[in-house]
């Protein structure tokens, strides 16, 4: 059966509808279409470069798509990413067809198949995704639609979900910290669940939204983490006896314990001994005479398999310690918040060098090129500063360059601050004005964060189309992707 298509042609040119469907038709065989159930169309918004918080239009995710064959956790779905051929593929036809701003090329199958792996290595811990990681909003519906609920840290973010079609009950309130009013709009809205760490956070809760329950966030270890959190976040685990009193006096309904281990973390035991943590507040609380029945184990989960620790090397281990100190038994809702590991795989970023310029250093030696790109720690890459990220570049056409020779560069963003460096060292072959790098896995806390400082505009999207791949009786599994006016199977029964 075929299920998806997610679309977006040419920057700035959305097809129509029936155009789509006509190639649909014309790329899948009929023996297979004839199973198939075409569930919808959409075309993905175009990303407005007014400014870097503009939304795409919400009204071009016309209520089309439905990723039904997602929606039960029981079923794997097969691979929905693109290979990065077709990712490479439809950065050469952009570029053919005249780019020169910088531009992402997202794969909404990428995190598809992300939640897929997370639904079989921990089927028991329903996810929540972070939305802060990347608010791309083609992302979240298709999340929404695959059953997803979403960790919310401000009204603007539980808002972006309200106008997707999510229901509150789908919609957890994990900042510890709320501005008033914010927390009233959730109250408004009747949002279940929020994450509190602190006494003042009680009593605010107990104003604004006394009906409304709360999980309490202790601190745990995050050293092994890429960014940390418990600086800022989580009560000390000397306090939780006094915060939950507290709570009880508050008349606030105190539901379970959330930790985060920080974003990036790389250490399968911190998530157990954080799962060890929130089993000892669980104890403390029925002392007190208080039932906790959720645990929320937070995000910190890696976002690709290559990096120095796999997801499967974090979830067996963190399932085991969940089924000894939460077995099914103790009647504990298990919930999580990742966002990294659901959104990094879906952007690749395509750049274009607008400057070099060779330096020799004064004692001699040899000389290096500084590579100008279009976008730069302002922009996309304010990862560099704020998650700690080392981009890795890679040529969009390799063979351009006049010879293969690998030379010491260095890689810089386009605005006027010294500071603006997207790679200090490298060794690229000798580029031109004009050629273009891109930088893969770049989907997590980039532009969800990146500035039009200098007036230099966040990247544009182009959205591949989610692949389909489903066994149809046969057993035949079909996968294509459409870029623009070129429709390929890139694999057939
Ligand atoms: N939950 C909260 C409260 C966070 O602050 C964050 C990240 O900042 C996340 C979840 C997502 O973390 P990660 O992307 O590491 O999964």
């Known amino acids: 059966m075929v299920s998806?298509?997610?679309?977006?042609?040419?920057?700035?040119?959305?097809?129509?509808?029936?155009?789509?469907?006509?190639?649909?038709?014309?790329?899948?065989?009929?023996?297979?279409r004839q199973r198939s159930t075409f569930v919808g169309l959409r075309e993905a918004p175009k990303q407005a470069a007014a400014g870097p918080k503009a939304v795409p239009s919400l009204s071009t995710l016309a209520a089309a798509l439905r990723l039904d064959k997602l929606n039960s956790s029981s079923q794997r779905v097969p691979q929905l990413a693109a290979p990065k051929s077709a990712v490479v593929e439809e950065m050469l036809r952009q570029v053919a067809e005249g780019a020169e701003e910088p531009f992402y090329v997202v794969d909404i199958g990428a995190a598809l198949d992300r939640l897929s792996l997370w639904r079989e290595l921990l089927p028991e811990v329903e996810p929540f995704y972070a939305v802060k990681c990347c608010p791309d909003p083609s992302l979240l519906y298709a999340l929404a639609q695959a059953g997803m609920g979403f960790d919310c840290a401000s009204k603007g973010e539980m808002e972006q979900m309200f106008q997707l079609g999510v229901g509150p009950e789908r919609i957890l309130y994990a900042n510890p910290c709320k501005q008033p009013s914010h927390l009233k709009y959730a109250a408004r809205q009747r949002v279940p669940l929020a994450v509190v760490d602190s006494e003042d956070e009680l009593r605010k809760h107990a104003e604004l939204y006394p009906e409304g329950e709360v999980l309490v966030r202790i601190a745990v270890d995050d050293s092994q983490a890429q960014c940390v959190m418990s600086c800022k976040y989580g009560a000390p685990m000397a306090s939780t006896g006094r915060l939950l009193r507290r709570a009880i006096e508050l008349g606030v309904r105190v539901r379970g314990v959330s930790f985060h281990v920080g974003s990036g973390c790389y250490s399968a035991q911190s998530f157990v001994d954080a799962v060890d943590r929130g089993s000892a507040v669980f104890d403390e609380a029925a002392l007190l005479g208080l039932k906790l029945d959720i645990l929320d184990i937070g995000g910190g989960f890696p976002g690709s398999d290559d990096g120095k620790l796999s997801f499967t090397d974090i979830a067996v281990p963190l399932r085991h310690a969940l089924h000894r100190q939460f077995p099914a038994s103790r009647g504990v809702r298990l919930i999580a918040e990742p966002g990294r590991f659901i959104a990094e795989q879906t952007h690749t970023l395509a750049v274009n060098i607008i400057g070099k310029k060779v330096v020799q250093p004064a004692e001699g030696g040899d000389g290096s090129t500084m590579y100008f790109v279009n976008d730069g720690l302002?922009?996309?890459?304010?990862?560099?500063?704020?998650?700690?990220?080392?981009?890795?570049?890679?040529?969009?056409?390799?063979?351009?360059?006049?010879?293969?020779?690998?030379?010491?560069?260095?890689?810089?963003?386009?605005?006027?601050?010294?500071?603006?460096?997207?790679?200090?060292?490298?060794?690229?072959?000798?580029?031109?004005?004009?050629?273009?790098?891109?930088?893969?896995?770049?989907?997590?806390?980039?532009?969800a964060a990146g500035s039009n400082f200098n007036g230099m505009p966040l990247p544009e999207k182009v959205y591949l189309h989610a692949v389909d791949s489903s066994d149809d009786d046969a057993g035949a599994a079909v996968s294509y992707y459409e870029s623009g006016e070129h429709v390929r199977m890139a694999a057939a029964a």
């Open 4 to 32: 998806i298509i997610l679309t977006r042609n040419t920057i700035g040119r959305l097809r129509p509808c029936e155009h789509l469907l006509a190639r649909f038709r014309a790329a899948v065989p009929a023996g297979i």
């Open 378 to 447: 302002y922009g996309s890459f304010n990862s560099v500063l704020y998650d700690h990220a080392s981009p890795t570049a890679e040529l969009l056409a390799p063979g351009t360059a006049a010879t293969d020779d690998l030379l010491p560069a260095s890689i810089w963003g386009p605005t006027c601050d010294g500071l603006d460096c997207v790679v200090k060292e490298t060794r690229l072959p000798d580029m031109q004005v004009g050629s273009w790098l891109f930088f893969e896995r770049m989907g997590a806390y980039t532009a």
